[in-house]
């Protein structure tokens, strides 16, 4: 098995005597030996070391942060910025824009009759909508939309 792995990790499946932690920036995933504590949907900036004697499994060696990240749909409708990046591109598209400080705005434009079906796909998306956050550092993703208009609030 590889040295000790340093990043930013997604806990993606946990109970009492294991977890999950999948690595943001890679994909790759890490089966822990034991749970220390974790629970789905928290993302944790630490240290991964293989667990011995076999060292097919991990423990979670060191933690710098952590932090949950919540997905919601808001019943407001999208940011007047939003509304002007959905209006200057072609549906189907998808724009990213970093917010001012931390985060980042994605605009999705869609067709009218299947804006509550573009959301839904978001929020089924759980697992890379927060790996997402995680890569950013951000705790909230809030999805707003309006007919042909999805948008994805990566939010401290």
Do not use: C
Not at 58 to 77: C, G, K, P, Q
Not at 109 to 133: M, N, W
């Amino acid at each position: 098995m590889t040295d000790e792995k340093t990043g930013t990790f997604l806990v993606t499946a946990a109970d009492e005597g294991s977890a999950v932690l999948t690595d943001v920036d890679d994909g790759q995933v890490h089966t822990l030996a034991t749970n220390p504590d974790v629970t789905v949907g928290e993302a944790i900036e630490g240290r991964l070391a293989p667990e011995p004697p076999l060292d097919v499994a991990w423990r979670l060696a060191a933690v710098d942060d952590r932090w949950t990240i919540s997905v919601e749909e808001s019943s407001e409708a999208p940011t007047t910025l939003a509304r002007e990046v959905a209006a200057e591109q072609a549906v189907g598209e998808l724009t990213r824009r970093e917010r001012a400080g931390t985060g980042e705005l994605h605009v999705l434009t869609v067709p009218e009759a299947e804006t509550a079906a573009a959301v839904a796909d978001v929020l089924d998306d759980e697992e890379g909508v927060r790996a997402r956050a995680a890569r950013l550092g951000v705790a909230r993703v809030v999805v707003r939309s309006e007919p042909g208009v999805v948008s994805v609030r990566y939010l401290p």
